[in-house]
């Protein structure tokens, strides 16, 4: 890719007084530091029953340093097939939580595959601004420098990397997945409509499930967020702009899930104007290689139809190229609810983990060529 800085990830093994001290308890045979990024955690490092663990480095084309973390089961050699992460819209770490099984830790665990996930810019131990001053086009950018210089990775075989994307990343997973020569995509948590519809649905859900809006005010609140979602993303306004504008519409902002004076679900409003400007489903019709949406019946953010489309829309042009996985019950997180009104306020939910894993597991190794 042209204009980027490839960065060879080293192999050898790093001490961890090399690392600042605080790591010397934490390396073992199944974790290990490559590269000149300094782990800056005074925590242990992440360790996974069964996977072996690396911590190294890719570099942007503005010359940051952003931390990456592979696993690869146990006892492996060679060239694997890997799942590549984009991630969801909070800024949190793309580490493993320690002690804690995630859906993710699973997937590297059962699919027998490397996984790849990058802590983006200004998170963890990367460099640069903190991901809530991230744009959306600097974020994909970076994912796709990253994806090229993973591949050149001594564990990874670069003919069989699979996009994972994971909630917002299901968006950004088609974008990443473009000229980038991969042999899957899977995402979960996303769809592929417009992202002014899909926060023009985040609002009809709060309205109706949330409790904090009469139903007959509904209709009237409706119009008041649609036009101000309007404005703002695709007239590229700031809510203050917005309200100058149209003083009718003057404190909406402050009723809209996830608003902030500057920012909006913790990223800058540049990010959500980039993102509004994006044709997601375009981006899912150039790409000519197997994929899989996994839907929760009770999601509290995303819709059915944007997440159903990908699969009907692949399948018109490519019959039988595109999977379906809905979990009923399960809310956006895919832990299970016993309604929608309970998964929207989070009472009574219980983990599942495996009716995710399991498929896509399976659906992974299918793609790439590994046995059941």
Not at 194 to 217: N, W
Request: with cysteine.
């Amino acid at each position: 890719m042209k204009g980027i800085m490839m960065h060879r990830m080293l192999t050898g093994l790093v001490l961890a007084m090399a690392m600042a001290g605080a790591h010397t308890n934490a390396l073992n045979a199944q974790t290990r530091v490559t590269g000149d990024l300094t782990v800056a955690s005074d925590g242990p490092l992440e360790q996974t029953d069964g996977l072996e663990t690396e911590y190294g480095t890719v570099s942007t084309r503005e010359g940051l340093r952003l931390r990456s973390v592979l696993t690869r089961p146990e006892g492996t050699s060679g060239r694997l097939p890997a799942i590549f992460v984009t991630q969801w819209v909070s800024c949190d770490s793309i580490i493993f939580p320690e002690g804690r099984d995630t859906q993710l830790r699973l997937l590297a665990q059962q699919s027998g595959m490397v996984m790849i996930r990058i802590e983006r810019s200004g998170t963890g131990d990367s460099e640069g601004p903190g991901c809530d001053k991230l744009d959306y086009d600097t974020e994909v950018r970076h994912y796709r420098e990253a994806l090229v210089q993973a591949k050149q990775h001594s564990w990874v075989d670069p003919q069989r990397v699979v996009i994972l994307g994971s909630s917002l990343g299901s968006t950004t997973a088609p974008l990443v997945a473009q000229n980038g020569d991969v042999a899957g995509v899977v995402v979960q948590g996303g769809g592929a409509v417009t992202y002014l519809e899909r926060m023009i649905h985040f609002e009809r859900l709060y309205v109706e499930r949330s409790g904090t809006v009469k139903p007959e005010d509904i209709h009237s609140e409706m119009l008041q967020r649609i036009a101000f979602l309007q404005h703002y993303l695709i007239g590229q306004k700031t809510p203050d702009e917005v309200t100058s504008d149209h003083p009718d519409l003057a404190g909406i902002w402050q009723t809209i899930r996830g608003t902030d004076p500057e920012n909006h679900y913790g990223r800058p409003f540049a990010w959500h104007w980039q993102a509004a400007e994006k044709n997601f489903l375009a981006a899912w019709l150039s790409l000519d290689v197997p994929v899989m949406v996994a839907f929760g019946e009770y999601e509290q953010f995303e819709s059915r139809h944007g997440h159903r489309m990908i699969v009907d829309m692949i399948n018109q042009k490519t019959p039988g190229s595109a999977e379906w996985l809905e979990i009923k019950q399960a809310d956006h997180g895919l832990a299970l609810y016993p309604n929608a009104l309970s998964a929207y306020a989070y009472e009574n939910g219980a983990t599942a983990h495996q009716l995710y894993v399991a498929p896509v597991s399976q659906w992974l190794r299918r793609v790439v060529g590994l046995p059941k």
